[in-house]
């Protein structure tokens, strides 16, 4: 599995932003499909997640209702929306994929993750 994330950028506070990541390897059914992030000196964070074969959607708290995580089957890529930026949504935001274990909720820890992507970064200027 290779995940390849891409759209990263320099932004001001209050603008949007589309993360990629483009994902090959193997068919993706049966997989979550997650976005994770890390600020500099902090722990790497769950941000969404997405069943790839439903399209059920998982958000923390702090990005509900401001970022939208999608799929598109047909290019086996995975999209971050990301309106109302922060100057504290700041951080290398990396992407993730998971082999489904159970068919209750979303992993969120990133240990339980099995596959990553290399980061992109996400500057936000207020």
């Known amino acids: 599995v290779q995940l390849q994330a891409s759209g990263g950028g320099l932004v001001q506070a209050g603008s949007s932003l589309r993360l990629s990541c483009a994902a090959s390897g193997r068919s993706f059914g049966g997989f979550h499909m997650g976005w994770f992030r890390q600020a500099p000196g902090k722990e790497r964070t769950f941000v969404a997640a997405i069943n790839w074969s439903y399209g059920i959607t998982h958000y923390d708290d702090s990005v509900r209702g401001r970022f939208t995580i999608s799929r598109d089957s047909a290019k086996n890529t995975v999209y971050l929306r990301m309106d109302s930026l922060k100057p504290e949504d700041a951080a290398v935001y990396y992407c993730?994929?998971?082999?489904?274990?159970?068919?209750?909720?979303?992993?969120?820890?990133?240990?339980?993750?099995?596959?990553w992507g290399q980061g992109t970064q996400v500057t936000v200027s207020s």
């Open positions: 993730a994929a998971r082999v489904i274990r159970s068919v209750w909720g979303f992993a969120t820890l990133k240990e339980d993750y099995d596959y």
